[in-house]
């Protein structure tokens, strides 16, 4: 299959890579076009909890900063630089929807996610979609926002502290919510699938698959039932 080779330079404000007897391919794991990002060298990978900085207005491409190792490190937000290289248009076909139909219009998401990152990106692509987002940070907080608020989907992240997802599943099925709740999590599907659909949850979906989890936040808003007040416990 043929990848499309993206140089950062052509698409953002940044510095020509310089020729090399040796570059390197990034290639997102999560686009529905294969490219791969040019890049002169690769210092290091690692896991990291990082608060992440939003990004100046007039750059799309990048998702925000955060300083990593005392550097200023900047992320990008793929699926722009995606869109700026491949142009925008319809997800792929999905023989049982209409994927290229946007969300309903003036429709509430309660995301819940612990990690900062995964909660930006995600909160952009559903914002992207017309969509109003309300963040809790676990599930605790997410039962108090859903307690207070009118919203037509959860999306709920399963690893969280306080309370994690399988948790909130059901104690807010407990409480009566009748939403459709959509996990989001980059656990194993085949794994927790099952598990999810047991809790409470209404469908599973992986972190960061953004055509994937769009086709799956616009079915649930057209299933959805009208907004139910969830009240706490006493």
Excluded at 67 to 90: C, H, N, W, Y
Aim: glycine share 6%.
């Amino acid at each position: 299959m043929a990848t499309r080779v993206v140089r950062l330079d052509q698409v953002l404000r940044a510095s020509r890579p310089e020729p090399r007897g040796q570059m390197y391919l990034i290639l997102p794991k999560f686009v529905a076009e294969p490219m791969g990002i040019l890049v002169t060298r690769i210092i290091d990978t690692d896991t990291l909890a990082i608060e992440l900085q939003p990004a100046a207005a007039d750059e799309p491409g990048v998702l925000g900063t955060a300083l990593i190792r005392d550097r200023l490190s900047l992320f990008l937000d793929v699926q722009k630089v995606r869109e700026v290289v491949f142009g925008t248009k319809p997800l792929l076909a999905d023989p049982q929807e209409n994927p290229s139909v946007p969300a309903p219009p003036g429709r509430r998401v309660l995301l819940i996610d612990d990690t900062p990152f995964f909660r930006e990106v995600v909160r952009r692509y559903l914002e992207a979609d017309g969509i109003e987002i309300t963040t809790a940070v676990d599930g605790a907080d997410g039962l108090q926002k859903l307690a207070e608020g009118h919203f037509d989907l959860v999306v709920c992240d399963i690893e969280m502290p306080n309370l994690d997802g399988w948790g909130f599943a059901r104690e807010a099925r407990e409480r009566g919510c009748r939403l459709p709740l959509l996990a989001l999590t980059s656990l194993s599907k085949q794994e927790h699938e099952a598990r999810a659909l047991a809790t409470g949850f209404s469908e599973f979906q992986e972190k960061l698959d953004h055509d994937q989890l769009l086709r799956a936040v616009r079915r649930l808003l057209r299933e959805s039932p009208a907004p139910v007040l969830v009240k706490g416990r006493p």
